[in-house]
């Protein structure tokens, strides 16, 4: 061991054995830090840039509230001939009431529900690019959407005309039953199969990944899962015709029928993911660095990961479920983001949320006022602009010097 110490630290009698035991534990440290210090210089980058996340907050914020009162107005009724009997400037009671309701009961519920739906992809998109490490991945990875279309599918073939509701007399004659409907009994039906359908897709890709601890296995399985669920919606669809006309306007996607209770639902589950993403957004900036660096830093990733994707599946189950499947949300809240600000994921993902809620409200709003007093289904509407973004990202990626 003399041979090995320093002359200085030749005299000390405790320097021997202290010298044994710290050589090796400080060379990890070290090296950490080297590999580290080049990646951590965009952290101080993303300190300086805080004051710009809370100013684009402010705006979603603004731009939220501006779209809640444009979204009173809009339809098929304008809101002038509305107001006179909102405000008691009329004498017909009836007028009145019906006035009310559409604002109260219709269009502000409506409103409410897509901001919070796209609040949950917007979320749900910004833990999947943090997750997977690619800038193009959306939500509907991990299977969820194909396993909400089959949850849907089986619903209305074993619930419609011929089946159980058939039975009871909701859907007489065979006939096949909205995904949309009214009905409170259809809504929960329906609404828990979406959710429960996602959550068995994400499990069933959780399954054949061998868990959480290989993105690029999770990624691949998710695919697969999403392709096999796929061709058994058709499958069953192809065996019950009466469920196509249906099962098409769940695919489109739809804001129309969404209620109050579907809007306290969906709020909560998103105060719930928006709180639990926060928190686990250090593993999202760790995996940022490398996983190699990750695990030198001391993340635990197999359990973060499997916290990460619970999130991801609550998120986007949950939306899935009250709208049906609504495209690009997820994928273009991100990216807008980034545009704007360059903040660490744990802000990321909340002006990520913030970012989606502005932009299916706004989406919402269009799909009623192009064509007024016919409506668009808004996840048609979304497809046309997300997939126009999508080529614009990808031609800028392939450009020389463009950054995706």
């Not at 009698?13 to 400080?26: F, G, I, K, L, N």
């Not at 779209?67 to 009173?72: A, E, R």
């Not at 929960?188 to 868990?211: I, K, W």
Request: proline content about 6%.
């Amino acid at each position: 061991m003399s041979a090995v110490l320093p002359p200085s630290a030749a005299p000390l009698p405790v320097t021997p054995p202290v010298v044994a035991s710290a050589a090796p534990a400080a060379a990890p440290s070290a090296s950490a830090a080297a590999a580290v210090a080049s990646p951590m210089v965009p952290v101080v980058r993303f300190a300086r840039r805080t004051p710009g996340g809370a100013l684009l907050a402010l705006v979603l914020l603004l731009l939220a509230v501006v779209l809640w009162l444009l979204g009173t107005g809009v339809g098929s009724t304008g809101l002038e001939n509305l107001w006179p009997a909102l405000w008691g400037q009329g004498d017909d009671p009836a007028a009145k009431a019906m006035a009310q309701q559409i604002v109260w009961e219709i269009r502000l519920p409506r409103t409410l529900g897509a901001w919070c739906a796209g609040a949950l992809l917007g979320l749900a998109g910004a833990v999947a690019q943090g997750l997977f490490r690619n800038p193009l991945a959306d939500p509907y990875l991990l299977g969820s959407a194909s396993g909400a279309s089959l949850g849907v599918a089986l619903a209305l073939a074993l619930l419609g005309g011929g089946g159980l509701l058939g039975f009871l007399g909701f859907a007489p004659g065979g006939a096949a039953v909205s995904v949309f409907s009214s009905h409170w009994l259809v809504r929960l039906g329906l609404t828990g199969a979406a959710f429960v359908g996602a959550v068995l897709a994400v499990l069933l890709t959780l399954a054949l990944a061998r868990g959480v601890q290989h993105t690029l296995r999770l990624l691949l399985a998710g695919v697969i899962v999403g392709v096999v669920l796929g061709a058994l919606t058709s499958l069953i669809l192809l065996l019950s015709p009466d469920s196509l006309q249906a099962m098409q306007a769940f695919m489109l996607g739809s804001t129309g029928f969404v209620g109050w209770a579907a809007c306290l639902l969906m709020a909560g589950v998103w105060l719930l993911c928006l709180a639990l993403a926060w928190a686990l957004s250090r593993a999202l900036d760790g995996l940022a660095l490398g996983e190699a660096t990750a695990h030198s830093l001391g993340l635990p990733l197999a359990p973060l990961r499997a916290a990460l994707v619970a999130v991801l599946a609550l998120a986007t189950g949950t939306a899935v479920a009250q709208t049906g499947l609504i495209a690009f949300v997820g994928l273009a809240a991100p990216h807008l983001v980034r545009a704007a600000v360059s903040v660490p994921h744990g802000r990321l993902m909340a002006l990520s949320s913030l970012m989606g809620g502005a932009l299916l409200c706004a989406a919402d709003l269009l799909a009623r006022g192009l064509i007024a007093p016919q409506e668009l289904p808004v996840g048609v509407l979304t497809a046309v602009l997300g997939g126009g973004y999508l080529l614009w990202l990808m031609h800028r990626r392939s450009s020389p010097g463009g950054v995706l």
